[in-house]
């Protein structure tokens, strides 16, 4: 049998399944060959494999990425990117939701950095087709506030243009602008297909080297009975767990 992560996941990998399936492939395909679950939250057995603790940290570091860019999805799928500011409080759940989008942007390309480098994988064209969306999370964690644009219908917009560093909110007033909600997506799907490409990288480098090693994951799922089994959001890295 083959793990699937649909039916052999975690309860973060079986509720954005298909958030995997459609976005996030190359996680899916490393998971299944690479991590696994024993049904107990830990990882498979993988026989006579040379670095068990680079594979715990493998797992642990996409697992995080795959919960930020979930995360993410939800965000944008939520609606709270269309929503009219008609008082502070509306504006002010918007921003908690931009905030939180932006610093997962920079967990998920950080880790991915960290994954990447991990597996001995150049990660310079990762971070350059991200560099513009890295500078857009920059500018909106760090620097001052964007100056704030509202259509006839109380949607937000930022400049197109904006710098934080240069020139003040009044000169940019008349800048050409952009939805928020275009902003944000714009970024998440050149984040997420940066970030699939580069879970594809780690499948091929991965799938190499368990050839060269002569092994393979073992498929040892099985399920448990206690409720609280799959409840606890943890990947299969968690091979402390006691659940």
């Known amino acids: 049998m083959e793990y699937l992560i649909y039916q052999h996941g975690d309860a973060l990998e079986k509720e954005a399944s298909n958030f995997i399936e459609i976005k996030l492939n190359g996680y899916s395909k490393v998971?299944?060959?690479f991590i696994g679950n024993d049904g107990k939250n830990r990882l498979a057995s993988l026989p006579n494999y040379s670095n068990p603790a680079a594979r715990e940290k493998f797992s642990e570091y996409s697992y995080t990425i795959l919960e930020s860019c979930f995360i993410m999805n939800q965000i944008i799928n939520s609606g709270i990117l269309y929503n009219q500011i008609t008082n502070f409080d509306s504006y002010c759940q918007l921003n908690i939701s931009m905030s939180s989008f932006w610093a997962h942007v920079g967990r998920a390309k950080d880790l991915m950095v960290r994954l990447l480098n991990l597996r001995g994988l150049n990660s310079e064209e990762f971070e350059s087709v991200l560099d513009?969306?890295?500078?857009k999370r920059n500018q909106q964690i760090h620097g001052k506030r964007t100056p704030l644009v509202f259509d006839e219908f109380?949607?937000?917009?930022?400049?197109?243009n904006w710098d934080d560093k240069v020139g003040?909110?009044?000169?940019y007033m008349n800048d050409e602008t952009v939805y928020v909600h275009d902003l944000i997506r714009e970024s998440f799907?050149?984040?997420i297909?940066?970030?699939?490409?580069?879970f594809e990288k780690c499948f091929d480098n991965i799938i190499y080297e368990l050839k060269s090693l002569e092994t393979k994951i073992v498929f040892n799922y099985k399920e448990h009975g206690d409720s609280k089994v799959g409840q606890a959001f943890f990947s299969g890295s968690y091979s402390n767990s006691n659940i």
């Open 154 to 160: 109380n949607l937000l917009l930022f400049p197109k």
């Open 31 to 33: 998971w299944a060959c």
């Open 193 to 198: 297909n940066a970030i699939n490409d580069s």
């Open 189 to 191: 799907d050149t984040t």
């Open 132 to 135: 513009s969306v890295y500078q």
């Open 168 to 171: 003040t909110w009044r000169e």
